[in-house]
């Protein structure tokens, strides 16, 4: 298997607008256990927050991974990418990736995952 995506709903959610966090991180391989081993840890916290849903995909032949979450609340956002194990993530991604990685965050109306826009957001394969 050359790719895995992986997406989780959460819980539903009345809001009307929501923030969606898209990252594109290119990685050297010699890293990708350690990263799948942070990215489960991450995964493990980020189920217990307010997230509405969230979404990995991992192409392992060329090594990059695109994740995506959807959130109701900025704050929300904020509060995780702050703490542990996220923030240990942000600290050592520089010197796991290959290549400059791509944040992107915008507003949308709709709570579900649309890979077709995460494509066309970063301009990538997924």
């Known amino acids: 298997m050359s790719y895995l995506k992986y997406e989780k709903y959460l819980r539903d959610s009345k809001s009307r607008e929501f923030t969606v966090v898209i990252t594109y991180l290119p ?15 991450i995964v493990n916290k980020l189920i217990n927050t307010p997230v509405v849903s969230f979404g990995l995909y991992a192409n392992f032949i060329k090594s990059y991974y695109v994740t995506i979450s959807i959130w109701e609340s900025k704050n929300s956002i904020r509060d995780f990418v702050t703490a542990p194990p996220h923030s240990t993530a942000m600290e050592i ?15 949308s109306n709709f709570p579900k995952i649309d890979w077709r826009k995460v494509r066309e957001k970063l301009d990538v394969v997924v």
Not at 27 to 41: A, G, H, V, W
Not at 93 to 107: L, P, T, V
């Open 27 to 41: 990685l050297r391989r010699r890293y990708t256990i350690q990263f799948l081993l942070l990215t489960r840890k």
């Open 93 to 107: 991604f520089d010197k796991w990736r290959s290549d400059k990685g791509k944040f992107i965050e915008y507003q």
